[in-house]
């Protein structure tokens, strides 16, 4: 298969990226503007419960983003199942062939098998890869990315930086966001029956209210601010261009979910703006409030820019609600009761109707949606539709269910004229027209000729020539006569933008035969820029089938040739838990860097001692200084991310890798030992089943955390500012080191541990116990198993390592280790994720 191929439509810069999640939102991100498009086919994509696309109308969709100029990008951002690894290859060659531009991946095993066995396509790094640093994005372009797409908690400054770094970067401009880092959310899978975030089935539990306990379990009242996981939306539209001049080159809009009048009218807002930057245009007030007031009038949950300005407080979180705020667009005055119809019974819900006065800040529109809420009855809500336009400063009348009280917020919750618009834009013959220079020829005795090329990249070009120009038998043909003519382009893809008429003097001509040569130029141009779609799609169908080809158990050989000594290992916090649980019969030791170095240790003392440094999920430039020297060569160190795994390999170092980077296929595996992986620790939404398929192949140890709470949720944001205590100074924060937890609407209770660096991590409820399969789990290729004493105190840790001893050992001799502890859980070892 070809590099490359000529004539495929090039990206535009700063490409201005939407969503859609089905034809409809597709067809409004193209007419609203968009110069690329994601969307997702079949079920390998973080959005499955998305509409998506059938193959026919993927290929009707990426044509005619083609022609209008766009680019088309297909979401595969989830992990890969090692069993679902050549259904994905073959997912990736057949929307190729019906013509998408790139792919989106997140898990590493399919990125390097599509790198060998589709070499010429482009993929992109999605934000579930979890990359925000220069190291990382480098190590990215070096295994053959085009573009990566930062994480959502980056500055403009650390944009910036990470720019330095010579590949493609997208970033996130406007949408819902993730309350934990992408890639490392578990929370979903342990709370909601296996609905991983990692496999598109994210139930979005951080949405719904919880309560905040303190170490004794009682509630620290939190009074208005409920939902502690519930971050606003993200909005930059005032911003494009600090995040253009930073080196943003895709500007990512989020909703692939959403309707089409929200993805057009979101497109069309950020269209405008992107072009009054890029046209230099200074802001114009008026222009700034009509976009504020078309994004606050589509889904949001009220903005924020926090993340971009290098913030993560308050300012950033929905504490009140999860759904759409809308914009407030007046206050209620007061409730007369309606005209009722007689006879009805005084139970009947007519009886009750009411009139509502709402005086207008904002004008709205005929059949616009409000909502009333007043904050002292905030669960008591109603929507009203207005009735006809209204100005700002006028009162209009509403009929309710019931009265209002006076003072209830009046918000605008959809929009009937971003409903309209979106409705006629999708009935468009043709979404998006792309403008093309004319060029005519008539010349006497010559054949007529029409040229067509695309303004924006005239390397796409066309002509077609038809009947020979004769003289004038009556009145002669005039330039304005041609340009009339030729420029009726009809319901073609393009619309004229300049003509250049060669035209003699005395010409005559019929114009049905002008349309008919007009039309087959049009035809020509559609073909020239459809063509290197087609060459690369006929390439891509002589491929092998990838049943044979893939990676996988069943192709790749296994590893190791003699099994690795079964080690116990733990994870502690401090020194005297270090010390009990290899008093306990712990072989190896782990603790974080920031509870080595509160420990008083530096790297040379934790290597005398025997004790690993685990690095963080999270490695920005301003961890570097931090995390950077407990890689050191020859020693082990757990990775938790590509930046540190690439300083790891660069340095010699011996990096495992943990959770948080997930392997769930042997391509994975393979391709991350390749790279300088000395040990794995598997992914704790593994299934048994899973392991034995791809435990087997590593030739470096591979291990499992047997015991303690999974990790669910790892957050910029300090999920304690909840308790609206924040002193912005956490080395002092008193509430922090409480053990403090969350309890959800099930009553389960979810730790909350917050570091110095004011980054929290949220664990789940019920600590997991694998012991009992501890002998399957040996025979499957698991050689370490870990205790996680995260939230232990240290005798707790020498229990559970004890334990642990006495499962290996017992399973070592053929014999069942005990039962699984009460009130613990065997995870997603025999459910899985779906």
């Known amino acids: 298969m070809s590099r490359s191929f000529d004539h495929l439509v090039a990206p535009t810069y700063p490409e201005l990226l939407s969503p859609a999640g089905g034809p409809e939102p597709f067809a409004a991100a193209l007419a609203a503007g968009a110069d690329a498009i994601y969307c997702g086919m079949g079920s390998f994509n973080a959005r499955r419960k998305a509409t998506n696309f ?22 595969v951002n989830i992990v890969i199942k090692d069993t679902e690894m050549a259904d994905a290859l073959e997912l990736i060659r057949r929307c190729a062939e019906l013509g998408a531009d790139a792919f989106i991946i997140q898990d590493w095993g399919l990125f390097f098998e599509v790198k060998r066995l589709m070499p010429a396509l482009e993929l992109h790094v ?24 930062l994480s959502r908690e980056l500055s403009v400054s650390e944009i910036a930086d990470v720019a330095q770094a010579g590949i493609d970067l997208e970033v996130f401009a406007h ?46 009242p939190t ?39 929200y993805v057009y009218s979101v497109t069309r807002a950020y269209r405008e703006a992107v072009d009054d930057v890029l046209a230099h245009r200074e802001m114009d007030p008026s222009r700034a409030r009509d976009r504020a007031r078309r994004l606050k009038r589509c889904f949001n949950r009220d903005f924020t820019s926090a993340y971009q300005h290098g913030t993560s407080g308050d300012e950033m979180m929905s504490y009140e609600r999860s759904n759409n705020r809308g914009q407030i667009v007046g206050e209620v005055l007061g409730s007369r009761r309606a005209n009722n119809p007689a006879g009805l019974h005084p139970d009947d819900r007519r009886v009750r109707a009411a009139i509502v006065r709402i005086r207008l800040d904002e004008p709205v529109g005929k059949g616009d949606l409000l909502e009333l809420r007043h904050d002292d009855e905030f669960d008591q809500f109603l929507t009203v539709t207005a009735g006809a336009d209204a100005a700002a400063g006028e009162t209009i009348e509403c009929r309710a269910a019931r009265a209002m009280p006076a003072g209830a917020l009046v918000r605008l919750i959809r929009s009937q004229a971003a409903l309209d618009e979106a409705a006629a834009a ?20 010559e054949p007529f000729c ?6 924006d990249d005239p390397s796409f070009c066309a002509q077609a020539t038809g009947f020979t120009v004769e003289p004038a038998r009556t009145k002669a043909v005039t330039a304005d006569d041609l340009i009339e003519h030729v420029g009726r382009m009809g319901s073609s893809p393009f619309e004229a933008a300049s003509f250049d008429i060669d035209l003699d003097e005395g010409c005559g001509m019929g114009f049905s035969a002008v349309h008919k040569v007009r039309a087959q130029a049009c035809a020509a141009l559609e073909s020239a820029i459809c063509a290197g779609y087609g060459a690369r799609s006929d390439a891509l169908a002589e491929l092998s089938p990838f049943a044979q080809s893939a990676t996988t158990a069943e192709t790749a050989t296994v590893g190791q040739v003699e099994p690795f000594e079964p080690e116990i290992c733990a994870i502690a916090t401090s020194l005297e838990a270090a010390l009990a649980a290899r008093e306990a019969g712990a072989d190896h030791i782990y603790l974080t860097v920031d509870d080595l170095d509160a420990a008083g240790l530096d790297p040379a003392r934790a290597r005398e001692m025997g004790i690993t440094p685990i690095l963080d999920e999270v490695c920005r430039a301003a961890d570097h200084e931090r995390l950077e020297p407990w890689i050191a060569s020859g020693a082990p160190a757990a990775v938790g991310n590509i930046s540190e795994l690439a300083l790891a390999r660069e340095r010699g170092a011996a990096p495992e890798i943990r959770t948080c980077i997930p392997v769930h296929n042997v391509a994975c595996l393979q391709a991350l030992e390749a790279h300088g992986a000395a040990g794995f620790w598997l992914s704790p939404e593994l299934t048994l089943a899973e392991i034995e398929r791809i435990a087997p192949h590593a030739t470096v140890p591979v291990g499992l955390i047997v015991s303690g709470a999974p990790r669910v949720m790892t957050s910029e944001h300090c999920i304690l500012q909840v308790a609206n ?90 014999r069942q280790p005990a039962r699984r502890l009460p009130k613990t859980s065997a995870g997603c070892l025999f459910v899985g994720v779906d």
């Not at 059938?54 to 979401?75: I, K, S």
């Open 54 to 75: 059938t193959d026919e109308a993927f290929a009707d969709a990426c044509r005619a983003a083609h022609l209008a100029g766009a680019r088309v990008y297909v979401t």
């Open 126 to 149: 999605s934000t579930q890869a979890n990359i925000h640093d220069v190291r990382g994005t480098i190590w990215c372009r070096e295994a053959g990315a085009d573009r990566v797409t």
């Open 175 to 220: 949408g819902s966001i993730c309350f934990s880092y992408s890639g490392v959310c578990l929370l979903s899978s342990f709370s909601c029956s296996g609905r991983s975030a990692n496999r598109g089935m994210c139930a979005q539990p951080c949405r719904l209210p919880y309560e905040l306990l303190d170490e004794h379990g009682e509630v620290i």
């Open 223 to 261: 009074p208005g601010r409920e939902r502690a996981l519930c971050p606003r939306d993200n909005c930059t539209v005032d911003m494009l261009g600090e995040l253009i001049d930073a080196g943003a080159g895709a500007l990512k809009l989020e909703g692939r979910m959403k309707a089409p009048d």
């Open 426 to 445: 999708l009935h468009r013959d043709v979404a998006r027209k792309r403008a093309v220079d004319v060029h005519v020829r008539a010349r006497l005795g």
């Open 450 to 455: 029409v040229e067509l090329s695309c303004v």
């Open 725 to 814: 205590a924040c002193i912005h100074d956490c080395a002092r924060c008193r509430l922090r080191t409480r053990a403090c937890s969350l309890r959800n609407i099930d009553g389960k209770v979810l730790p909350v541990r917050t570091d110095i660096h004011g980054r929290s991590r949220l664990y789940d409820g019920y600590p997991l116990d694998l012991t009992p399969q501890m002998g399957k789990l040996l025979a499957a290729g698991v050689s370490r198993f870990a205790v996680d004493g995260t939230l232990l105190a240290p005798d707790a840790l020498s229990e559970l390592v004890a334990r642990a001893r006495r499962a290996l050992e017992a399973a070592r001799a053929g």
